[in-house]
């Protein structure tokens, strides 16, 4: 391949250094909600011969690199529409990942595939100088640094992230293996990472997906790269690890890992496992700012953590919910400004017609621009345990929270607050809050809403007391939690202790953080490579694909969805955003990369995915149903509706406000 054709900034790297200045304040405008409306398919590139799993962009987003089953990597000018560089690869298996080298000019191109090596293939000579075998199963992501040009780190299915320095030649044995994250001997044998990111503010953070639905911030200013030579490739699989050696202690520090996740799922662990569900991180991605940190969890939603700002599971305190009464200026419906009042009441109607998405988005909206009211809060709970979306009941709690922080006195939320521990099988907090809202409302206790709510709890209770006397609560029920007294912290410990996980990895667990806000509408069962991240200078919009061949855009703001397009004929997987405009380049299960950017106003997008409340509907059920239900509905069978879903008799319930 000729020079000019690929080797974009190798006049001088400074000017580079110098885009960068001005990179992030022209990406910001880019990506409108003018835009987003005009979004459609521009252009379909054509070169790959089998699915296209992964897609990086140059720094100047001037071009992308493919990467494929076909075992190839192909360098196009997107503007143009050509294909300008064809790469052969010594890889035997699916590339799963390909990054441009950092001030290469383009020239150097890394690549990590399913044969568990990596290799780094000059494109202007298309030639492989170097091939990695180290790593001892399937390499799904590379990550690199614009801080550090040198440095590519890869994460793999033999549970190990390592750290190559390209400035060193590099030699594959078991004495010079750069390992710098080892979930093995902390999870157990079967670890597998799955995705890794380097934030692009502060590089010395790396963010790790694996096997589980834990995302893991390490300091690598704390962590020395070292050598495991219990690692053996024939024995990958087994239990191999032996904890007590000293080649195996202290090799992560106190401080040097934060673990996050969402708050209901690490109390439901026990129950998955036990159901056969797999709740697995298949993507991590930080924002421009490198604050937020955006993970898809397979066969859950997508999250967002804010990394230094962060947010801890919620657990009772009785403190707090006894606090002195509150004035009720915080709730009125005339404390709310106009616009929004409406937005209320649009959504209050959407809720009585039993329109359940829709009036949580209605609230959400309304929420973005009134966020300290109660009212709106409480309302969007009892939208939240109506729809009943997974993970739906505990952001229901959440919400019940913040709105007695906000109102002390505001008695619905209370009412809504043990409803949601109930039904999160937590009902010895539940017995608590009916306890203060007995003492703070004795007018309400009457009410046949709160009534029916102290039967079901007691009913409940009654059912732990005989479990608890036959010694029958066991791990995986569903009622382990309620036999165990303290908070939240010391529930979710004794839960998720087992055998296979070191000390450390206990604690790190209970340490967990909860997210910031969640992203719900896409399914994501079928790949464990599916992508989610943001779009825009300023993370305006999240992006994700899903299993029903359609990519989801949500408005970061209020974490509605606001477009959904159809992106290839099975499975999206990868979306990536060009750095400084509105253009953005995806693939899946097809061959070609598909290209998206703002279309005339009167184009017709036959892409576009009109009805949007179907199309999550049927993509939570896809992903609640069990895996031998997910097997027949990806084969098309079309399965009864659950009980719960047919149509009843509404019991007595705390109308929204």
């Given at each position: 391949m000729r020079h000019r054709k690929i080797s974009l900034l190798n006049s001088v790297i400074s000017q580079e250094k110098g885009l960068r200045e001005g990179i992030h304040q022209h990406s910001t405008n880019q990506v409108t909600p003018e835009l987003i409306d005009r979004l459609g398919l521009e252009a379909e590139l054509e070169g790959h011969e089998g699915c296209v799993n992964c897609i990086d962009w140059d720094y100047t987003g001037q071009y992308i690199v493919t990467g494929s089953d076909?075992?190839?990597?192909?360098?196009?000018n997107p503007h143009t529409k050509m294909k300008i560089a064809h790469l052969r690869t010594q890889h035997v298996n699916n590339i799963f990942s390909v990054k441009f080298m950092p001030e290469s000019g383009n020239r150097m191109i890394a690549a990590g595939a399913g044969d568990s090596k990596i290799s780094l293939i000059d494109a202007e000579r298309n030639e492989t100088v170097t091939v990695c075998s180290c790593h001892l199963s399937r390499v799904k992501k590379l990550a690199v640094s614009n801080a550090h040009p040198t440095i590519l780190w890869s994460g793999a299915e033999d549970g190990t992230v390592r750290q190559m320095d390209l400035r060193e030649p590099h030699v594959c044995s078991e004495t010079t293996s750069q390992i710098l994250v080892n979930l093995l001997i902390h999870c157990g044998s079967m670890s597998e990472i799955k995705t890794i990111a380097s934030n692009p503010v502060r590089s010395e953070l790396l963010a790790v997906g694996a096997g589980d639905p834990y995302a893991r911030l390490y300091d690598r200013r704390?962590?020395?790269?070292?050598?495991?030579?219990?690692?053996?490739?024939?024995?990958?699989?087994?239990?191999?690890?032996?904890?007590?050696?000293?080649?195996?202690?202290?090799?992560?520090?106190?401080?040097?890992?934060?673990?996050?996740?969402?708050?209901?799922?690490?109390?439901?662990?026990?129950?998955?496992?036990?159901?056969n569900r797999s709740i697995t991180t298949t993507h991590v991605a930080f924002d421009s700012r490198g604050q937020k940190l955006?993970?898809?969890?397979g066969s859950e939603q997508i999250y967002l953590y804010d990394i230094f700002d962060r947010v801890s599971p919620v657990y009772l305190s009785v403190d707090k919910?006894?606090?002195?009464?509150?004035?009720?200026?915080?709730?009125?419906?005339?404390?709310?400004?106009?616009?929004?009042?409406?937005?209320?009441?649009?959504?209050?109607?959407a809720f009585e017609k039993g329109k359940y998405n829709l009036a949580v988005d209605l609230y959400n909206l309304a929420i973005s621009k009134c966020p300290n009211s109660a009212l709106l809060l409480s309302n969007k709970a009892a939208a939240l345990m109506k729809r009943k979306w997974m993970g739906d009941v505990y952001d229901a709690l959440r919400a019940c929270l913040s709105a007695i922080e906000l109102d002390p006195d505001y008695m619905k939320a209370y009412y809504r607050l043990a409803r949601c521990l109930l039904d999160l099988k937590r009902p010895k907090e539940?017995?608590?809050?009916?306890?203060?809202?007995?003492?703070?409302?004795?007018?309400?206790?009457?009410?046949?809403?709160?009534?029916?709510?102290?039967?079901?709890?007691?009913?409940?209770?009654?059912?732990?007391?005989?479990?608890?006397?036959?010694?029958?609560?066991?791990?995986?029920?569903?009622?382990?939690?309620?036999?165990?007294?303290?908070?939240?912290?010391?529930i979710m410990a004794r839960l998720n202790t087992d055998r296979n996980l070191s000390p450390a990895e206990v604690s790190w667990r209970k340490s967990a953080h909860d997210y910031e806000r969640r992203f719900c509408g896409h399914c994501n069962t079928t790949t464990d490579i599916k992508e989610a991240?943001?779009?825009?200078?300023?993370?305006?919009y999240v992006i994700a694909g899903s299993d029903d061949g359609s990519f989801f855009v949500w408005d970061h703001e209020t974490t509605n969805i606001v477009k959904i397009l159809r992106g290839d004929e099975s499975i999206v997987n990868c979306l990536q955003p060009h750095p400084t405009t509105c253009l953005l380049a995806t693939s899946g299960i097809d061959s070609v990369v598909r290209l998206w950017s703002p279309r005339p106003e009167n184009f017709e997008n036959e892409r576009l995915v009109k009805d949007s409340v179907s199309a999550a509907l049927a993509n939570q059920r896809r992903m609640e149903a069990d895996p031998f239900q997910m097997m027949l509905l990806s084969m098309g069978y079309n399965l009864p509706r659950d009980a719960e879903e047919e149509e009843e008799e509404a019991p007595p319930q705390c109308q929204n406000s």
């Open positions: 076909d075992r190839t990597l192909l360098v196009w704390m962590i020395n790269p070292y050598t495991c030579q219990a690692l053996d490739r024939a024995r990958i699989g087994r239990p191999l690890i032996n904890r007590e050696s000293s080649e195996n202690k202290d090799l992560l520090p106190d401080g040097c890992v934060n673990y996050f996740i969402p708050g209901h799922v690490s109390c439901r662990l026990p129950e998955y496992r036990k159901q955006l993970v898809n969890l919910l006894q606090a002195p009464r509150a004035s009720q200026s915080g709730i009125k419906s005339k404390g709310i400004p106009p616009a929004v009042k409406v937005m209320k009441e649009q959504a209050n109607t539940a017995e608590k809050v009916v306890i203060i809202f007995e003492e703070k409302f004795p007018d309400e206790v009457e009410q046949g809403w709160f009534k029916l709510l102290k039967t079901d709890l007691k009913a409940v209770l009654e059912s732990l007391t005989a479990i608890e006397n036959n010694g029958r609560a066991q791990s995986g029920s569903g009622y382990v939690e309620m036999s165990i007294e303290g908070n939240h912290y010391e991240n943001f779009f825009g200078g300023e993370g305006q």
